[in-house]
């Protein structure tokens, strides 16, 4: 008999990981909140980080401690669930799913260290390099909350999987307007697309067709 998911040993581990991390900084997040709202309001709010140094470290530090959250939840409702997943053991595969986002992570420096735009000033590179941290922070606490909410609920796997694509998708589309601002500011919109699509668009790609094909 296949234990629950919220029986399994690692799975337990993780989850108060999870929490000691969140309950760690805490008041980091709080204090970074007006920020990351900024960022997602303002056409190029993300630059806003990439000023002060202690913020940007700040920032990149609660962006590494949401990993383990995001992963825990993309296992549990099976928002990546290629054939080849079911190989892996219910004991290993929370761990799964966070060693992808960190493969996720790295494979998009390599691209930005190999494609960058070199026609623009340190600060919007680094803009473009670190965005996905803010963003990041940002869908951890909304599908934190969502799945909150999904304990209070009667709610199928399917539409629970649904509402969490649903954001994922809504995140990463404001991620992309935003970033299509900064790059809009030093390069012609279709040069801005390509860049887009090979730094951003790619990796994203990569997880959707294996997901579906593999």
């Not at 008041?27 to 007006?34: D, E, F, G, Q, S």
């Not at 470290?57 to 669930?81: E, H, M, T, V, W």
């Not at 909350?145 to 969490?164: H, R, Y």
Request: glycine share 4%.
């Amino acid at each position: 008999m296949e234990m629950a998911w919220a029986d399994i040993l690692t799975n337990k581990i993780l989850v108060v990981v999870s929490v000691a991390l969140f309950l760690i900084q805490f008041k980091n997040i709080y204090r970074l909140m007006p920020q990351l709202i900024y960022s997602l309001d303002r056409p190029k709010g993300g630059l806003g980080f990439e000023y002060n140094v202690s913020t940007s470290r700040l920032r990149n530090q609660i962006a590494l401690c949401c990993i383990i959250p995001i992963g825990l939840i993309i296992d549990k409702f099976n928002l990546y669930s290629p054939s080849f997943w079911t190989n892996i053991s219910s004991s290993w595969s929370a761990l799964a799913s966070i060693a992808l986002l960190c493969a996720f992570g790295i494979l998009r420096l390599i691209l930005h260290s190999v494609v960058s735009p070199k026609n623009s000033d340190s600060l919007k590179r680094s803009a473009l390099r670190r965005g996905p941290y803010s963003f990041l922070i940002v869908l951890t606490i909304l599908m934190v909350f969502t799945c909150f909410l999904f304990s209070f609920i009667e709610i199928s796997s399917t539409a629970s999987k649904l509402v969490f694509l649903i954001e994922i998708g809504l995140v990463f589309i404001l991620y992309l307007m935003r970033n299509m601002q900064i790059l809009s500011s030093f390069c012609s919109f279709l040069q801005a697309f390509l860049y887009l699509c090979a730094l951003e668009i790619t990796p994203i790609a990569i997880l959707v067709v294996s997901a579906i094909y593999l």
